[in-house]
């Protein structure tokens, strides 16, 4: 079947969404879903109500959400992924930091493990500028 063989869905408790004091929006109307929900959680089935999780501070919904999935995470093959994004973060970062200032070298930017910079296709551009991988 794949990679996602089972899917679990997130959401917040209503005691969550009372705790980050998110604000109430009416819900969908005509949603099948909604008088079954009401009557589960003790909510007037002629008022619908709904929460967003968008509502929440970004750091914090990252927070809630890593939390709740960390028991379906390989954290060995997480941190590879973010060891990579902060490699690329502070080689981009690099890049930037030498174009704006020309004074300043940039560094280039080479195949990982081989010491050769990557192919480059002919585009005709002159590559006069800082940083740049080649000029003709």
Known sequence: MGHWDH?????????????????????????PRWPAWAH???YDVENLVQ???EGLDPGELRRLVLGAGTAYLDMRALEAVLAEERRQRAALQA?????QNPD?????????????RPPVPD???SGRCPGAWRSR
């Open 104 to 116: 300043r070298r940039a560094p280039t930017i080479r195949q990982r493990g081989t010491g050769r």
């Open 51 to 53: 929460w967003e999780v």
């Open 7 to 31: 899917v679990e869905r997130l959401l917040l408790t209503r005691e969550q969404a009372e705790a980050y004091r998110l604000p109430a929006t009416e819900g969908k109307r005509g949603d």
């Open 40 to 42: 589960r959680h003790g």
């Open 123 to 125: 585009t005709g551009w």
């Open 95 to 99: 890049f930037v930091d030498g174009w």
